[in-house]
């Protein structure tokens, strides 16, 4: 299997002011092509560093894909080291000025005589054209590893990626592509996941966990020699061990114990429920601040389902907006489970939504009481049938509380559905 090594080049990613997204989206996209991704280099701006990291390189790897360092400016050094480290002088590509000097003409501008760098490719290189920004990035051969060199900027890298490279690397390095079934999962930590699973040991199979909060996602990467067969017991063993915590499952289409097969986020999964169910939902949030709204209204087709969000922070808010009954404010207070009833119960019939969610709660760092710490939270859902609630002591600061609820009271209404 081909070796597959990444590098990064700029000082904004190696001093933390840019995170390397690109790394890993380009290590995904590798993976899923039934590569091995060995390893992931970062350097800063420093041509001394970027021509041992090529030599380095190009000695232990079958192919390498560098993102960063092909811009116009003196700190844009990919190009100058690889004709450094290989002794391919930079040579003058023609039409890569031409192209350059056309995209600047369409937008209307004279370009600066300092792009014409972006134009001098190192000598045997072959060119790979962005119509999607300005440098173009180019592919060379070493001794033994492939070289491709991309811009940093992550929309070109991607589309670049996706139209010029991938069919390159599948013409140089065929190889069948690997499998990926990718369970995801809410409201389970990544620690209680593995305890349930136990140890792991499968021939032809990698399992891995990944935290994307608040989700945990149980990876399962399979070979090119895995047979359907032992790829469906192994789906379905894993599957057995965590469904209680499931959502959705990605990369597998056999019926599987009941879960939603489409993939995606927890709120695409519950859109699709509801859409296809023909319900409405509406919600009332205090502590989460509109996130609830927020990540439903993100959703292409969302008006379809969703019909309206109140933020109701204030006592009066949930009064006036929700018709909350002030004694029961006075009673209980507004971090109770009376008062997440009733505002879940007053959006759901003021908007006429089949659902109505109602959170409240004390998301910190001030606010809390002995009885009431930082994290209480209190979510009710109002159905057709009548209302649940749930009472939450969530972990973390503002940030962490906020998010978890969200994915709370989103848990609770795709439980129900």
């Not at 937008?107 to 920004?133: F, K, T, Y």
């Amino acid at each position: 299997m081909p070796t597959v090594e990444i590098l990064s080049q700029g000082d904004e990613v190696v001093t933390g002011q840019t995170v390397d997204t690109n790394a890993a989206w380009l290590a995904a996209q590798l993976t899923e092509l039934g590569y091995d991704v060995v390893r992931h280099t970062t350097v800063g701006d420093r041509i001394d560093d970027l021509v041992g990291l090529f030599l380095e390189i190009g000695e232990r790897a079958d192919m390498c894909l560098c993102t960063g360092g092909l811009g116009p400016t003196d700190d844009d050094l990919t190009a100058p080291a690889v004709a450094r480290a290989f002794d391919c002088p930079l040579v003058l590509d023609e039409q890569a000025l031409a192209d350059l000097i056309g995209k600047y003409e369409r937008a209307g501008r004279r370009m600066p005589e300092v792009n014409r760098r972006q134009a001098h490719l190192p000598r045997g290189s072959e060119r790979i054209d962005n119509d999607w920004g300005t440098a173009p990035g180019f592919a060379v051969q070493s001794p033994r590893a492939w070289f491709v060199c991309l811009p940093g900027v992550p929309r070109e890298m991607k589309k670049m990626f996706d139209a010029r490279v991938r069919p390159r690397l599948q013409e140089r390095f065929p190889v069948p592509p690997a499998r990926l079934v990718t369970l995801r999962t809410i409201g389970v930590g990544e620690s209680n996941l593995q305890e349930v699973i136990g140890r792991f040991e499968e021939p032809d199979v990698v399992l891995s966990y990944r935290t994307m909060l608040p989700e945990n996602h149980v990876k399962l990467r399979f070979g090119p020699e895995a047979s359907a067969e032992h790829i469906r017991q192994v789906v379905e063993r894993i599957a057995n061990q965590v469904q209680r915590w499931v959502f959705t499952v990605e990369g597998y289409d056999e019926p599987l114990l009941g879960l939603d097969l489409g993939g995606g986020s927890h709120t695409e999964v519950i859109a699709r429920r509801l859409a296809a169910a023909g319900h409405t939902l509406a919600v009332a949030e205090s502590c989460t601040g509109g996130r609830i709204a927020a990540a439903c209204t993100a959703l292409p087709g969302a008006s379809t389902w969703f019909l309206e969000g109140r933020i109701t922070y204030s006592n009066a808010a949930k009064v006036a907006q929700l018709g909350v009954e002030p004694a029961a404010l006075e009673a209980h207070g507004a971090v109770s489970e009376p008062i997440a009833r009733q505002m879940a119960e007053g959006v759901r019939s003021r908007s006429g939504a089949t659902f109505g969610i109602g959170v409240t709660g004390i998301a910190g760092p001030g606010g809390a009481t002995a009885d009431k710490p930082v994290g209480t939270v209190h979510i009710a859902l109002s159905t057709p049938e009548g209302t649940q609630h749930r009472a939450l002591r969530l972990p973390g600061d503002r940030e962490r509380v906020q998010r978890l609820a969200v994915a709370s009271a989103l848990e609770l209404l795709r439980r129900t559905l």
